[in-house]
C-alpha cells in the first residue's frame, strides 16, 4: 500500500536552515511533492520532484532518493511567513491517486 | 483567473440529512480529487477521478459518492450526514505528469450535529 511519513513538528530558529524528511512504503512510486499549508488557508504547492535529485525553487529546494524511498524539503534563510504546516506527497503512477503524509508543523522561533 | 471554486465556504448540517459540495475548475484539467482535513491527520483522499466519465475510492471513501458528468465539475455527496463527517473539505485539480501540481479550492468547513 502506500504510506508518507514525515514528522508531526519541528523547530527551527528565524535565518536557519531547516530539513524536512519524508519516507514512503509503495511501489513503483512516480513523484513526490510538497505543499505548504497556512492555518485557515488551502494548500499551496512548493515543489515536485520526478526524478532523483535536487530541485531548487528560491529558498526552497526538495530532494528525492527513490533507492532509499525518501525526500526532504530544505528551507533557508527562515522567516517567520515560513511558518505552516508542510505535507510532502506522492503517488504509484502518472494516472493514480495522490496521497499525502500527515504533515509537518514548522515552527519558527525569533 | 477563478482556479477552483468550491461551495458553500461553510455549512452546519443535521445528522441524517444529505448534503451536495460543488467544486467546479476552470482550467481544464483532466484530474481532481476530494480530500477531508482534519486535525493530526493530515489530508486524506476521499474520492478522485482521472478524466471526465471515471471516478475511483480514495483511503476513505464510505459515506461519500462523487460524480464527473464533464471536465469542470466533481461534486461530493454525502447521502446521509454522520458527526464525523464533520471536516474541512477541499477540491484540488491537475494536470498529470506535467509538474505533480495540484491546485486546491479554498475548502468547504462542514459541521454534522
Known amino acids: 500500500g502506500q504510506s508518507l511519513e514525515q514528522p508531526s513538528e519541528v523547530t527551527a530558529v528565524e535565518g536557519a536552515i531547516v530539513q524536512i524528511n519524508c519516507t514512503y512504503q509503495?511501489?513503483?512510486?512516480?513523484?513526490l511533492s510538497w505543499y505548504q499549508q497556512h492555518d485557515g488557508g488551502a494548500p499551496t504547492f512548493l515543489s515536485y520532484?520526478?526524478?532523483?535529485g535536487l530541485e531548487e525553487t528560491g529558498r526552497f529546494s526538495s530532494f528525492l532518493s527513490r533507492s532509499d524511498s525518501y525526500g526532504y524539503l530544505l528551507l533557508q534563510e527562515l522567516q517567520m511567513k515560513d511558518s505552516a504546516s508542510y505535507f510532502c506527497?506522492?503517488?504509484?503512477?502518472?494516472?493514480?491517486?495522490?496521497?499525502f503524509g500527515k504533515g509537518t508543523r514548522l515552527h519558527i522561533l525569533p | 483567473t477563478a482556479g477552483i471554486t468550491q461551495a458553500p465556504t461553510s455549512q452546519i448540517l443535521a445528522a441524517g440529512r444529505s448534503m451536495t459540495l460543488r467544486c467546479t475548475q476552470d482550467?481544464?484539467?483532466?484530474?481532481m480529487y476530494w480530500y477531508r482535513q482534519d486535525l493530526g491527520l493530515g489530508l486524506r483522499l476521499i474520492h478522485y477521478?482521472?478524466?471526465?466519465?471515471?471516478?475511483g475510492k480514495g483511503e476513505v471513501p464510505d459515506g461519500y459518492s462523487v460524480s464527473r458528468a464533464n471536465t469542470d465539475d466533481f461534486p461530493l455527496t454525502l447521502a446521509s450526514a454522520v458527526p464525523s463527517q464533520t471536516s474541512v473539505y477541499f477540491c484540488?485539480?491537475?494536470?498529470?505528469?506535467?509538474?505533480?501540481?495540484?491546485?486546491f479550492g479554498e475548502g468547504s468547513r462542514l459541521t454534522v450535529l
Open positions: 484540488a485539480s491537475s494536470d498529470p505528469g506535467l509538474s505533480g501540481e495540484l491546485f
Open positions: 509503495t511501489s513503483g512510486f512516480y513523484g
Open positions: 520532484n520526478a526524478l532523483d
Open positions: 506527497a506522492g503517488a504509484m503512477n502518472r494516472d493514480d491517486k495522490i496521497i
Open positions: 482550467m481544464r484539467h483532466n484530474a
Open positions: 477521478s482521472n478524466t471526465a466519465g471515471t471516478t
